[in-house]
């Protein structure tokens, strides 16, 4: 039996492997966006919930895509929860041209994640808790600050407490592993965010020797009744508490 931390790593793989499978063969033909997203995400819901089943039928799951197995127990109540995202980034997954989407894979205890991975498939990347520490950030003049489109307002204000610049792409776990990897210095999202988006990322930032936590520095918490998170802030730790004053103010 693999350990957390490796089972985790595997299944992140082995899912992105399928996604890019059902990309290739849907691509190839006259396949509408709208059904290869649907085709992509159910297929890996589908994988992830029987590889779990096999290998932790008595941890309960928390996915994107709905329910899990039906060995897994209720999460209410429940110590060891998986959450997973089997596409982070499901309109860029649609687009055959795009690699920024990833597979999101997470184990918590106790509402912290204890291990978990996050693979950009299109890429061939994968991170993960026990795998990745934050690269040296590549020479450039500015610190780079990603966000969602959707996000602007909020990440310009953290670029120019920096003295940044603003980027803006894909999912939350590519903006979260290009910290990791070193292409980016800060990762803000004031709003709009549920625990599938998020456990994974901030898992292996957080192992990785970043600073992940919510606008205002407190912990992340998960497998609560209602997975929402209200806000994420990853950072290089040098950048951390002008980030958090200025989203503050």
Same mark, same amino acid.
């Given at each position: 039996?693999?350990?957390?931390?490796?089972?985790?790593?595997?299944?992140?793989?082995?899912?992105?492997?399928?996604?890019?499978?059902?990309?290739?063969?849907? *691509?190839?033909?006259?396949?509408? !966006?709208?059904?290869?997203?649907?085709?992509? #995400?159910?297929?890996?819901?589908?994988?992830?919930? #029987?590889?779990?089943?096999?290998? $932790?039928?008595?941890?309960?799951?928390?996915?994107?895509?709905?329910?899990?197995?039906?060995?897994?127990?209720?999460?209410?109540?429940?110590?060891?929860? @998986?959450?997973? #995202?089997?596409?982070?980034?499901?309109?860029?997954?649609? #687009?055959?041209?795009?690699?920024? @989407? /990833?597979?999101?894979?997470?184990?918590?205890?106790?509402?912290?994640?204890?291990?978990?991975?996050?693979?950009?498939?299109?890429?061939?990347?994968?991170?993960?808790?026990?795998?990745?520490?934050? !690269?040296?950030?590549?020479? =450039?003049? $500015?610190?780079?600050?990603?966000?969602?489109?959707?996000?602007?307002?909020? *990440?310009?204000?953290?670029?120019?407490?920096?003295?940044?610049?603003?980027?803006?792409?894909?999912? &939350?776990?590519?903006?979260?592993? /290009?910290?990791?990897?070193?292409?980016?210095?800060?990762?803000?999202?004031?709003?709009?965010?549920?625990?599938?988006?998020?456990?994974?990322?901030?898992?292996?930032?957080?192992? &990785?020797?970043?600073?992940? !936590?919510?606008?205002?520095?407190?912990?992340?918490?998960?497998?609560?009744? $209602?997975?929402?998170?209200?806000?994420?802030?990853?950072?290089?730790?040098?950048?951390?508490? =002008?980030?958090? !004053? *200025?989203?503050? =103010?």
């Amino acid at each position: 039996m693999p350990d957390d931390h490796a089972l985790a790593a595997d299944l992140a793989t082995r899912a992105g492997v399928l996604l890019m499978e059902v990309r290739g063969r849907l *691509a190839a033909g006259d396949t509408s !966006s709208e059904a290869l997203k649907r085709e992509g #995400d159910q297929r890996s819901h589908e994988f992830l919930m #029987d590889a779990l089943a096999r290998h $932790r039928p008595q941890d309960a799951v928390l996915s994107e895509e709905g329910a899990a197995a039906a060995v897994h127990p209720d999460r209410t109540g429940t110590s060891r929860v @998986w959450i997973v #995202d089997p596409v982070d980034g499901t309109r860029e997954y649609g #687009d055959p041209s795009r690699t920024d @989407w /990833a597979v999101h894979v997470a184990l918590v205890e106790g509402g912290r994640p204890t291990a978990a991975a996050v693979a950009l498939p299109a890429s061939g990347q994968l991170y993960g808790t026990g795998l990745s520490a934050a !690269s040296r950030p590549l020479e =450039r003049e $500015r610190p780079v600050v990603v966000t969602s489109r959707s996000q602007w307002g909020e *990440a310009e204000v953290v670029a120019a407490a920096i003295g940044g610049v603003v980027r803006s792409f894909g999912s &939350a776990g590519v903006k979260a592993m /290009a910290v990791v990897g070193g292409s980016a210095d800060v990762y803000v999202h004031p709003s709009g965010l549920y625990e599938w988006d998020v456990c994974a990322p901030a898992a292996v930032a957080t192992a &990785a020797g970043l600073d992940a !936590s919510s606008l205002d520095g407190t912990a992340l918490t998960f497998n609560k009744p $209602r997975p929402v998170v209200p806000g994420l802030l990853i950072c290089r730790p040098e950048y951390t508490g =002008r980030a958090q !004053s *200025a989203l503050r =103010r």
